[in-house]
């Protein structure tokens, strides 16, 4: 008898094809894809969020990362790539909520260039943790809002990549933001494909400076740092409150 080829499957999330060729999911939950299908899923985790972070740090041998939320690990998995051949150590602390997601990605299509990291991917699903020589990767299944309020690890680099301030606006407050502001080293890098208003301004509230990113083949993002010199163009938070005083960061709720 054959056995059938498992396939990713759950009644909350939809296998899509984005425009690099790569598949992404759907959430019914949030009705949001989890990356830009425009941008690719694969393409957009590079170019928002690996790529400028790790040229980054390309001087350090070992890198602390906070990647928010984990969802089918792509920021993880396109870091663990780029990295591939460097020797450097990184390790990596990814939140997510969604357990039975989790527990399906061993089924989710992934692109060509994960394929050495099957292993990685089997035993975060399983376990929910992977180690090797110069890889340790801890998926904390929770809230990543007790996450970065309890842990008392510093990062490198934190990958800010929740569902919109719009469908997810407690993953973008600006206590939120105090606390992950909190958990970034002086040197350390925050990348998100958010461009809105209210994210800036809560980065700004929490004395980090606010970059535009742009380049080729993606839509534009934001880069936060505490340090000021990073060779992208700065964004004037102050000037853009001053000309649009109606629209303030997102608070939690009291
Ligand atoms: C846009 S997706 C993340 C995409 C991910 N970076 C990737 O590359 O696939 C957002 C994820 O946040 C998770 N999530 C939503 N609220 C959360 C919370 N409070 N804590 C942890 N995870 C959360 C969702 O379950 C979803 O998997």
Redesign the pocket.
């Known amino acids: 008898m054959q056995l059938k080829t498992p396939t990713f499957k759950s009644a909350q999330h939809q296998e899509i094809r984005s425009d690099d060729g790569s598949f ?2 759907y ?1 019914v ?2 009705d ?4 830009s299908t425009k941008d690719g ?1 694969l393409n957009e ?1 590079l170019c928002k969020h690996v790529l400028p972070a790790l040229a980054h740090t390309h001087d350090q041998e070992e890198i602390v990362i906070l ?10 998995l396109a870091t663990l790539h780029a990295l591939k051949g460097s020797g450097k150590k990184v390790r990596i602390y990814s ?4 357990e039975e ?1 989790v527990r399906s990605l061993e089924n989710f299509v992934y692109p060509k260039e994960f394929e050495a990291f099957k292993a990685v991917i089997l035993a975060l699903s399983r376990e929910q943790y992977y180690a090797s020589e110069n890889v340790e990767i801890t998926l904390v299944l ?4 007790e ?1 970065v309020r309890d842990t008392k690890v510093k990062f490198d680099i934190v ?1 800010q ?3 919109s301030p719009k469908s ?1 606006p ?2 973008w407050t600006s206590e939120y933001f105090k606390d992950i502001s909190t958990l970034m080293k002086p040197d350390a890098i925050l990348t998100t494909y958010s461009i809105a208003l209210p994210t800036r301004i809560a980065l700004h509230e929490n004395g980090l400076n606010v970059y535009l990113h742009k380049g080729e083949g993606f839509r534009s993002a934001t880069i936060a740092s505490k340090s000021v010199s990073l060779e992208y163009e700065k964004v004037d938070v102050e000037h853009k409150m001053r000309c649009n005083p109606e629209v303030t960061s997102l608070k939690d709720p009291q």
């Open positions: 992404t999911a959430s939950e949030y949001e894809h989890y990356h899923a985790s990647d928010i939320c984990f969802g089918l690990g792509f920021n993880t939140p997510e909520l969604d997601l929770g809230d990543a809002r996450f990958y990549d929740a569902f997810n407690l993953l």
